[in-house]
């Protein structure tokens, strides 16, 4: 090793070696320290490069690889030469080459100030770092010096190493820093050996070549969502909901015919946790014969007693009614005009609700003809808007918001897991029950795989405050544009406004989001902001998934001592 180091020492004196006090050899010793900071440098691109093909899989191999690395590129290479370094100045200074060629040898004897006498003897005669820091001579101003040199510096090293770590361990737990700043705090205490002058001159070089190695290492980027996603994807950690019973929605078929072959697949599933493909997913894929809806006949009386209006849209009305013949409490949404187009719009939100059973998803009980037009019945769900609840009680906090994102995602990811996309999350779109808790509503304008259109005359999907960009622009809606959706959700819900702020006109909102205009109005204090930004992305494959997004919010919102299931809020005004 000694022969290594003395090359490096030869390499470092031919690139840098100015003949200034304290000397050209001391200089070098300090261009030796900035080569020998390029392994820690280069140990840390690696595990950045590494991540991108393992994600977050920390266990076995990968496990075993990062821990390899930092021992092997962070403790025993940086720790080798600097020993050898000092093994060669020490030799020198005993008489020896130490491998250096003669008038190498000849140049480190040389004198350049009066108060550090020769170089070999102030490089490789003077007491080591564990003497000088333990067993001072008794002046002060020396020692201050050397508590600086030989604490402070390598302190300061420690720091930029620790960034070094958590910019390659970007977008997953930070816990396998340890294994890449441990062995350099292992280096440093090994070093006590060397000597005093040369550590010192060593940690002047060591410094900035790890503080600019942030910018290698950052230029490698994190893994892609994708690739986290599929690591992650294990059964032992999926998270478990308890799953309602669902009353299936009842509808009498016309005359028997075969059903379509299913067609290819359009995206891949991203439930949260993994679902066979059973009958039910087969039904999102394949809807098969369009069900007519049964009930009184027009001009018929009807089971269902009106107790108010609960909203009125373009496309109907949603009342509040009581089933006379069950005796129980449900929300009616009438269609306005019985045309064909509505006749398919409200067969489709059916049979996504139908497929779905989910706490968080808002139930479907039947599909009926009621007197004044088509209606669909479903769960009736007492409390307000998420918007009204805002706008009424203020920004909600991060624990609540946290909460409301991982329940929401929850919900999503298992109409995903269905084949079934929303297509229009919004605030007015989530119910907050007095109790607190999350539910989606509103399936009218989503599709299942197996629809071939939306409506003959519709032309813009979604609301265009909370629209994703590529929808926006014309694209076809997918998870990820759901995923935007809620984001954007969850912006509001902590900000009190959307993403891309307002605008004058839906127009004018529209062309902003076709655009892939900025969030200009994220919540920027917010423990959720940078995952925000990340769900914000203009492009749909940098975006992380649902099942990412449950994980980490979930995971923030152990570590705050709390779980995804308790209310998103209290319904109470703030200043109560």
């Known amino acids: 090793m000694e022969s290594i180091a003395s090359s490096l020492l030869s390499l470092a004196y031919r690139l840098f070696q100015p003949g200034f006090c304290p000397g050209d050899w001391a200089w070098a010793t300090s261009m030796a320290g900035a080569l020998v900071a390029l392994f820690p440098v280069g140990t840390t691109a690696c595990v950045a490069l590494m991540r991108k093909f393992t994600g977050n899989r920390y266990h076995g191999g990968a496990l075993a690889g990062l821990a390899g690395l930092g021992v092997i590129g962070i403790l025993l290479i940086p720790w080798l030469l600097v020993s050898g370094i000092s093994g060669v100045f020490r030799s020198v200074f005993q008489g020896g080459s130490g491998g250096l060629a003669p008038v190498e040898v000849n140049a480190l004897q040389e004198e350049y100030c009066s108060w550090v006498g020769p170089q070999d003897q102030y490089l490789g005669g003077g007491q080591n770092v564990y003497e000088t820091l333990f067993y001072p001579s008794g002046d002060v101003l020396a020692y201050g010096y050397y508590l600086g040199g030989l604490v402070g510096l390598p302190v300061l090293i420690l720091l930029a190493v620790m960034l070094l770590g958590r910019i390659a361990l970007r977008r997953g737990p930070k816990w396998p820093g340890r294994l890449l700043w441990v062995p350099f705090v292992v280096f440093v205490l090994v070093s006590a050996g060397v000597e005093a002058n040369t550590a010192v001159h060593l940690w002047l070089g060591f410094l900035p070549t790890v503080v600019l190695g942030v910018i290698p290492v950052a230029l490698v980027g994190p893994p892609s969502w994708s690739t986290i996603e599929n690591a992650d994807r294990r059964p032992d950690r999926t998270p478990e909901r308890q799953e309602q019973p669902q009353q299936p929605v009842h509808v009498h078929p016309r005359e028997p015919q075969a059903p379509p072959p299913p067609p290819a697949k359009q995206y891949a599933p991203t439930s949260v946790a993994p679902t066979p493909e059973d009958a039910q997913g087969e039904l999102a894929a394949v809807p098969g014969p369009v069900p007519v809806p049964g009930g009184s006949p027009s001009g018929g009386s009807s089971r269902f007693r009106r107790v108010r209006r609960l909203g009125h849209g373009g496309f109907g009305t949603v009342w509040e009614a009581v089933d006379t013949q069950l005796g129980r409490a449900v929300a009616l949404k009438i269609a306005h005009a019985p045309d064909r187009d509505t006749h398919e719009r409200m067969q489709r939100e059916a049979r996504a609700l139908a497929v779905l059973s989910h706490p968080n998803c808002v139930r479907v009980y039947d599909l009926v003809e009621e007197p004044d037009g088509l209606a669909l019945v479903m769960e009736y769900l007492q409390g307000q808007p998420l918007a009204e609840v805002v706008d009424n009680g203020g920004?909600?906090?991060?624990?609540?918001?946290?909460?409301?994102?991982?329940?929401?995602?929850?919900?999503?990811?298992?109409?995903?897991?269905?084949?079934?996309?929303?297509?229009?999350?919004?605030?007015?779109?989530?119910?907050?029950?007095?109790?607190?808790?999350?539910?989606?509503?509103?399936?009218?304008?989503?599709?299942?795989?197996?629809?071939?259109?939306?409506?003959?005359?519709?032309?813009?999907?979604?609301?265009?405050?909370?629209?994703?960009?590529?929808?926006?622009?014309?694209?076809p809606a997918s998870p990820a544009s759901d995923a935007w959706q809620l984001a954007a959700t969850v912006s509001y819900a902590l900000s009190g406004y959307p993403p891309r702020g307002t605008r004058e006109t839906p127009m004018a909102a529209l062309m902003a989001a076709a655009r892939g205009?900025?969030?200009?109005?994220?919540?920027?204090?917010?423990?959720?902001?940078?995952?925000?930004?990340?769900?914000?992305?203009?492009?749909?494959?940098?975006?992380?998934?649902?099942?990412?997004?449950?994980?980490?919010?979930?995971?923030?919102?152990?570590?705050?001592?709390?779980?995804?299931?308790?209310?998103?809020?209290?319904?109470?005004?703030?200043?109560?």
């Open 517 to 576: 205009e900025p969030a200009t109005q994220l919540p920027r204090r917010s423990v959720h902001a940078q995952l925000l930004a990340a769900s914000l992305d203009p492009q749909p494959r940098n975006r992380p998934t649902l099942n990412t997004v449950f994980r980490e919010v979930e995971g923030w919102l152990s570590r705050a001592g709390t779980s995804p299931d308790g209310p998103v809020t209290k319904l109470v005004p703030r200043q109560q």
């Open 395 to 475: 920004a909600l906090d991060d624990v609540a918001a946290g909460r409301l994102w991982a329940t929401m995602a929850s919900a999503l990811a298992a109409a995903h897991s269905k084949s079934v996309l929303h297509r229009d999350v919004k605030p007015s779109n989530v119910i907050v029950d007095p109790e607190g808790v999350a539910h989606l509503i509103d399936f009218g304008i989503a599709r299942n795989k197996g629809d071939s259109k939306l409506t003959a005359t519709g032309m813009m999907v979604g609301t265009p405050d909370y629209v994703a960009p590529e929808t926006a622009a014309g694209a």
